[in-house]
C-alpha cells in the first residue's frame, strides 16, 4: 500500500525545508534527509512519528510534494533559484486554481467546483492546454508539478479518488497567498524608493 509512504515523504521534505532553512544547519543538510527518514518511523503510542504530522497537514497534494522536493534541492544546492518570473508564474497559477475551488468549500457561491474531480477528463484537458502554454513560457518548475500531479491520480497513487486531492492543498494555497503578499509589499517598496530617489535628486 502506497499511501503511508506519502506520510513518511511529507514529514521527510517538510522538516527538511523548514530546517534547511536555518544558517546553522548548512553544513550538515546532506544528513538531515536520511535523519529525517529515520525519525518519521519512531513509532509513539503504536503510530509512528511522520502519522502525527499527518494528522494536522492531511494528505498532501503532489503539486506540494514537487514543490517541496524543488526546495529541499535548492537548500542542497541541486538546483538553482528560479526567476521572479517563473516564481509569479506558480503563485498565479495556484493562485488561480485556489480561487476557482475553494469558495465553493466555504459556501460562498453554490457551484460544487470539488465535483468535477471525480469525472475530470475536461480538467484534465484544460490543465493540459495550461501546462502547455507552461512549456512555451519555459517554467519547468510549474509544468513538472502538474504533469507529476496528473500522472499520479492517473496512476491513483493517493486514497483519494478526486483530482483536485492531486493539485492543490491549503498548505501549497497558503504558501501561495504568503508569498504573493511579499512579493506584492517588495515591489511597492521599491517603487517608492525609486519614487523617493528621484524626488530627492531633482530638488
Given at each position: 500500500m502506497l499511501f503511508p509512504w506519502q506520510a513518511h515523504l511529507s514529514f521527510i521534505l517538510l522538516g527538511f525545508v523548514l530546517l534547511g532553512s536555518l544558517r546553522g544547519t548548512r553544513r550538515w543538510?546532506?544528513?538531515?534527509?536520511?535523519?529525517?527518514?529515520?525519525?518519521?518511523?519512531?513509532p509513539v503510542n503504536h503510530l509512528p512519528l511522520a502519522a502525527y504530522v499527518r494528522s494536522f497537514t492531511?494528505?498532501?497534494?503532489?503539486?506540494?510534494?514537487?514543490?517541496?522536493g524543488w526546495a529541499s534541492l535548492l537548500r542542497l544546492g541541486v538546483v538553482q533559484p528560479?526567476?521572479?518570473?517563473?516564481?509569479?508564474?506558480?503563485l498565479l497559477v495556484f493562485g488561480l486554481l485556489a480561487a476557482?475551488?475553494?469558495?465553493?468549500?466555504?459556501?460562498?457561491?453554490?457551484?460544487?467546483?470539488?465535483?468535477?474531480?471525480?469525472?475530470?477528463q475536461p480538467m484534465i484537458v484544460c490543465i493540459?492546454?495550461?501546462?502547455l502554454a507552461l512549456v512555451w513560457l519555459r517554467n519547468g518548475l510549474a509544468v513538472w508539478m502538474l504533469a507529476?500531479?496528473?500522472?499520479?491520480?492517473?496512476?491513483?497513487?493517493?486514497?483519494s479518488e478526486n483530482y483536485w486531492d492531486y493539485l492543490i492543498d491549503p498548505l501549497l494555497v497558503g504558501y501561495c497567498l504568503v508569498a504573493g503578499a511579499m512579493l506584492c509589499l517588495k515591489s511597492i517598496w521599491r517603487r517608492l524608493r525609486r519614487t523617493s530617489a528621484v524626488a530627492a535628486s531633482s530638488i
Amino acid at each position: 500500500m502506497l499511501f503511508p509512504w506519502q506520510a513518511h515523504l511529507s514529514f521527510i521534505l517538510l522538516g527538511f525545508v523548514l530546517l534547511g532553512s536555518l544558517r546553522g544547519t548548512r553544513r550538515w543538510r546532506p544528513w538531515l534527509l536520511p535523519l529525517l527518514a529515520l525519525v518519521s518511523f519512531i513509532p509513539v503510542n503504536h503510530l509512528p512519528l511522520a502519522a502525527y504530522v499527518r494528522s494536522f497537514t492531511d494528505d498532501l497534494a503532489i503539486t506540494t510534494l514537487v514543490l517541496l522536493g524543488w526546495a529541499s534541492l535548492l537548500r542542497l544546492g541541486v538546483v538553482q533559484p528560479v526567476k521572479p518570473v517563473v516564481r509569479m508564474q506558480v503563485l498565479l497559477v495556484f493562485g488561480l486554481l485556489a480561487a476557482v475551488l475553494y469558495p465553493a468549500t466555504m459556501g460562498l457561491t453554490y457551484v460544487d467546483p470539488y465535483r468535477w474531480g471525480f469525472n475530470p477528463q475536461p480538467m484534465i484537458v484544460c490543465i493540459g492546454l495550461l501546462t502547455l502554454a507552461l512549456v512555451w513560457l519555459r517554467n519547468g518548475l510549474a509544468v513538472w508539478m502538474l504533469a507529476l500531479g496528473t500522472l499520479a491520480f492517473a496512476l491513483r497513487l493517493k486514497a483519494s479518488e478526486n483530482y483536485w486531492d492531486y493539485l492543490i492543498d491549503p498548505l501549497l494555497v497558503g504558501y501561495c497567498l504568503v508569498a504573493g503578499a511579499m512579493l506584492c509589499l517588495k515591489s511597492i517598496w521599491r517603487r517608492l524608493r525609486r519614487t523617493s530617489a528621484v524626488a530627492a535628486s531633482s530638488i
